[in-house]
Structures are given as C-alpha cells and as structure tokens.
C-alpha cells in the first residue's frame, strides 16, 4: 500500500483552476518526480499536501487513513516536511537557531545548548552535508541554505521529504552530492516527491514520474523508460522552437569593462572583483553561475544603476563607468535586470508607462520636458505586437501580467530600442517554454543585426545553446571567456563552485 | 565658581531619575521593532499613559494603582494600533503618527481638572543601614521602586529575546515573517503581544514622569521623550544595554544642563567629563571585547577637547536654547558613532521592520 495517496484534488483560485481532479500515489523508500511547466499547478499540490492549501475538493491518505491539514502543523504530526524552493530561513539567525524555530520545543531543547548543535552535526556527518552550525545563515551560499533546510527536516524523522525545485541554485557537483543524500535516504525507507522541470536529472534520480499540464494529470509513468524528449513533450504538450544559432560576424569590440570592482552595498550582497571582458559586436557573452554570486551588482554596473570609476566601463572610446542609466542608454546601453516586479517593471503603473520609463530617451517619447502619450502608446503597442504579449491592453498594470508575458514585455521593451549593447539577466526565469525560446530567438536576432549581447543566467543549458563565449561569475569574479564549444559541463560546474580553469584541469 | 554644589551623587540620582522612562519607553518599543512592527506612536501612549495613571492614583490615592492604570492605558491604545495596522493592514507610519496626535489630544482633554493637583507620593527603596550608607546607599539602594523595575525589564528583555525560545520566535517573526508564517508560528498574534507589551512600557514610562519624576500634571509634559525613545531603540541598533545607555547618558546631560543654568558656569565643563565618561565606558567595553577602538577614542578626543574648553574658560555662558538641545544633540551624535559600523547595524535591524504581513501567500 503506497504511504501517501491524494484522489482528485481540486483546487480552484480566481480565474485559474491549479490543480484539477489530481491523484498521486508515493510508496516508502521511493524517489517520485512530480514535473510540470511553470504553473502546471505542481506548487498547489505540494502545498495542499503540506497544509498550506486548503483543497477545494478531493481527499489525501496516509497509510489508508484519512489525512486533511489544515496547517503545516499537521503535516509535520504525519512525518511530511518540506524543502522549499525559496528556502524559509532566517539570515540574521545562527544555523542552530534556524533549525530550532523549524522543529517542535519539545524536540529542539535548549536552542543556544550543545545538544542540538551536535545533533545537527551528528546528521550532517550521517548524510554527507557538511555545515557548521553556529554560522549565521546570511554568510552561507545557496547550496549550504539549502543543507540547513535538509537537516532540519531530516531532525524530525520525516517518512515524506518534499523538494520544490532543489537543484535550481546548486552547481552540478552540489545536485550530485544531494542526490546521493536522496538516494540514501530513500533506501532508508523515506518517501521522497520532488519537483523538477530538470527532465535529466528526474531521469537520473527518480523512479516513478507523475506528469502535470494545466492543473490535470497528463500521465504516471517510470522516467527512466522514456526519453527527455518524450518527457518534455508530455509535460508542454507542443514541440518546442528551438533557437537559431548564427556565427557571430565582425570582431569589432563595441564595450569594454575593465578591472571592475564595486563593493557590497549590503551585508549579505557580494563585491565584484576585478572583473574584465570584452563585448563585441555581434556575440552573445553567456555569464554562468550560481544565484547570489555578483549576477545582479555586475548588471548594476553595467546599467549604470551603480556608478563605478570612469576608466572601468568603455564604450569605445569612450570612458563611460560613472554614467547614470539614461546617459548609458542615450549611448545604446539597454538592460533588464532579473526581477520583472518592481525592478524590470513598475508593478502598478501601465505597460504604456512602463514602456515610457525605459524608452523615454531613445524612441524620444518626452519633449522638452512633456510627455508624448500618443508616441508612448504606440511604442508600447509595437513591444507588444512584435514579442506576441498576451494582455488584455496596453493600458493595464504591469502586475496583471503572468510571468511569461511580462517578461517578453520586459525584454522586447529593451530589443526595439536597438540597443548598440543589450544586458539582461535571468531573460527566462520562470517563463513558460515557449516564451522562453521566442525571448532566447530575440536575443539571437539582435546579436545577428550586429548588437552585443550579455546575457546573465542561470540556466546553463539556455547559456551553452545561444552564446559564443561563455564566462562564469563565482564570488564576484569572472572567469576570462572562451567559445562556449570548448567548455565541458564538468569544467562548468567547478568553476561555479568558485575553482579556476587550473584548478578544474587539474581535478578533471 | 563654585563646583562644591555639583554633588556627584546627587547629580547621578537625578541623571538616574531622567532615564527612566525613557528606558521604559525605549526597552517597549524595542520589542516591538523586534518583532517586525514600527510603531511611532511612543509619545502618544506615553502621554496617556501618564495622565491615566496620574487620574488614578489621584482618584484612588494608591500611586501603584496608578502605575497598573498607565500601563494598561498604554496598552489599549497600542492595541488600536495593533487592531489597524494588523488586522486591517494600515500603514505603519502614518497609523503611529496618528497615535501620536490623539494621544496628545486626548490626554489633554481628560487633563483638564486634573492641573495643579499633587499625586500621592510613591514609597522609596529604604533598606535600613545599606540605605544609609554614605555613596552608595544614595546611589544604588535609595530610588523608587519604577527604576529598578526597569532596569530589571532591561534585563529580561535581555534574557529573553537572546535565550528563550519565545524570543527566538519574536525575533524571527521580526526578522522574515513570510518564513516564520510557513513554518507554522503565528505572526500576527506574536506582534499583537510584542505592541500591547510595547504599549505597557511606554504607559508605564509617562506615569513615571507624572507620579514620580515631576511630579504633576501638565500638558504636553511628555515634551518628545517618546520620540527620544525611538530614536535611542534605532542608534542602539536594537540592542537592549545599549538603549540603557542611551538613556542613560541623555538623562545626564539633561540633569547637567539643568544644573549648570543653576550655577553659572561654562557648561562645557561638565557635558565634556561626561564625553570623557561615557567614552572610557565604551572604550572598555570595545577593548574587552576586542574590538576596534577607534569611535570611542574618537569620543574621548572630544570631551578632551571640550573639557579642556571649558576650563580655559570657566565663566563663559550659552544661551539657555542651545543648553536645552544638548541632551537631544549629544545622544543622537553618540549613538550615531555607536552605530556607524554600517555593515553591523543593517544586521541587527529586524528585516521585516515596518513591512506589513498578510498571511496568504
């Protein structure tokens, strides 16, 4: 008898029915993919079974008898714990602390005492994740927040363990160690759902699958016995689009960052280190590397939002690193940063208007001062038109817009200014896989038309298929780049981990 | 000149008298920054609180009756407070500020009869013989009963927010509430705690002014201690000794400040032994704890300096406006040095300072 079972659970939100008449089952000891595209409804399920939900229809077991949280209480009072995709930890709080607010009083005892600081080290030897305890957690990489979270579920005896998304901010080395701790675990008898979009790692790892499109169950089957494309094809339903690459066409050097260093602007940011490279015209620049590791301050740099010295950013000749981002712009240096709300877009304002903020100044939509609504409107309709925007207006708020389709807004909105430079980061970050391949096209369009493209991501398959040169950013410095084609993913991923092309030689 | 009227422990009794509501006041809202809440409201609640507890120890003659009133009347108004800002989502800020007004109007409405009346006297520590002994029978054993509960309040405060477990969740609320909601604790009833606690204290903190340190009641008697208060919780950067300091050292300028208007001298002398002071204090501190050194040299470089000023010119006078912004100038410069080390005091703000919580997502 399997351990958990869910029967036709439904959940409906305004608008949207998320998950539709689902039904799961998962034995003891088995690792059990639950994949789907970004808003297949894998979150909903995974949270009604953790009590976060409440379903509106449907019923759960567990062992054959009735099992309905109502809170993440209960959930735990089964054995279910959660690893989260947005790890829930507390960056101010020593690792010992975050721990002891995540499992019940009773089993944490005194929180600053030894007791459960060795426990904590006693399963982080036990299963091969190495941490310290008494670090505070804002000082740790993704890859160690995530151990925290592992442990801490691990302390409370779990028969499920569920991982949203786990391998999203780990480099290649880190997912291969954490699947050995999941294969581990589930030899030991733990029950274990894990969430993934990855189709080969869910091939390597997992032994059932349970496939979702659109809130529905598409199909149950063994991962193993199906090829990535037959996965992927279950799961979007559509063939894909695949990109087009062109060889990149004169050498010309169109920006050049040299020496770049820019200090943390937070405790917990991180400082760019001497960073040098060259854009030419015509190439996309892939920039590798795991989350947190300078992606966002080197787009800062690069977009102006934070001056650096004169000599370290050069457009031709011109030194340009103490520019503020409209006189960048002015020049043709175009971005868009990673976080679509509230950086990329103003969340409350128009698509006209937010076509307006990042236009203004090339596609010249203010005059002396006074803003030209009718210019405005039709540029925001070109964006709109030409990146297939799905929206209901131009005139509606930026936050109205799913994921997928603000981004293509975001990023066409910078594509029509034509930009002499493009920087992006994270370009099709929780986008749908056909939006994603239209934004990824975008870019390699505007790189044929004789534009440099540099594109900051962390999806490394995204980065190997569109770039020329490829470079990895880890703790704040960047490797020097090289054609992408002479890199292997092993390579790759040691670099990620911080190692330099030497040092990854000589363990390879 | 005559310094023989300074008297060094009259002068530390009084300066302890001056600090005290502003640790009650400042220790409450620390709590409440601690779980997330910005609550600017400090001085409203004070000063409703001070007169609530002025009616009733004048009504029912008993000041600790008094005292259990004040606080309870500062409660209530945190809890509008809470009821708004928690319940219906309203902006912390302006929600605090509005505090602030009606508790200013308020407490001058139920005033009105109650001017120029004497509250019952409150009973002071007397132990007999240790009282008595010359120094430090006046200095540590002959105050009112409030000053030692609130240095008592600086230390659980201190006891609980680093070592219990309730602690660790009030803070952790403060810290990420969306991760603290996920893991199962109740946000909003922990902050509601937190602000009702916040409310107690700052209650407490005006009673103290009305009943014991003035004591009388008079219209806006609060003259901004609760804005005082917050501002000492921000430049100790949450930190529960040094909101004790702050207090500490602006009760002693205030006490200086009115004492050298009494004695005709350079007031220079004594804000610049007090620089020296609280500087070595702190220089200590750093050094055993071996940390840099350098912002409390710098300190004791200034009193130095002013010292030094002032007895090259014992007479000299300043207008009695810039001795009355001393206090409030010299705490803030203080704090400021204390708190410079950029990196360290955006680790101990609460993260979730101010930002408001809906448990949906």
New interface residues.
Partial sequence: MSFLAVEGLTKTYPGVVANDNVDLEVEQGEIHALLGENGAGKSTLVKAIYG?VHPDAGRMTINGKPYAPT???DA?DAHIAMV?QH???????SVV?NI???IP?ER?GR??GRTLAERIRRVSEEYGLPIDPHR?V?TLSAGERQRVEIIRCLLQVPRLLIMDEPTSVLTPQEAESLFGTLRKLARDGVAILYISHKLEEIRALCDHATILRGGKVVAHCDPREKSARELAELMIGTELAQPPVRKPGAAEVLMKVDRLSLPAS??FGIALDDISFDLHAGEILGIGGIAGNGQEELLAAISGERPVEREMVMLGRRAIGHYPPTRRRKLGICSAPEERLGHAAAPDMTLTENALLSGMVREKLANGGFINWSASRYFARAVVESFDVRTPGIEVPARSLSGGNLQKFVIGREVLQRPVILAVNQPTWGVDAAAAAAIRTALVNLAAEGAGVLVISQDLDELMEISHRFAVLAGGRLSPPRPTETYTIDEIGLMMGGKTREDADVAS | MDLSALDPVALIASLIVAATPLVLAGIGELVVEKSGVLNLGVEGMMIVGAIAGFAAAVGTGNPFLGLVTAAAAGMLLALVFGLLTQFLLANQVATGLALTMVGLGLAALIGQPYAGIKPPGSPRLDIPHVSDLPVVGPLLFSHDAMVYVALALVIATWLFLG?S?AG??L??VG??H???H????PVVRIRLYAIAFGGACAGLGGAYLSLIRVPQWTEGMTAGAGWIALALVVFASWKPWRVLFGALLFGGITTLQLNTQALNINPAIPAGALLLAAGLIWLVASLSASRAAGSPLVMLLTGAVVLAFGLIYPRMQIGSAWLSMAPYLVTILVLVLISSDR??A???A??SLGRLFHPSS
């Fill in positions: 976060l809170r993440p209480v735990r989260f790890f829930s930890l507390f960056e101010a709080l602390e002891a607010l995540g009083p944490a929180f600053g505070m804002g937070d405790p | 070592r477990r660790l969740v803070r952790a810290e990420n969306d991760a603290a996920s893991l199962g604790y990196t360290r955006a680790l101990s609460p993260h």
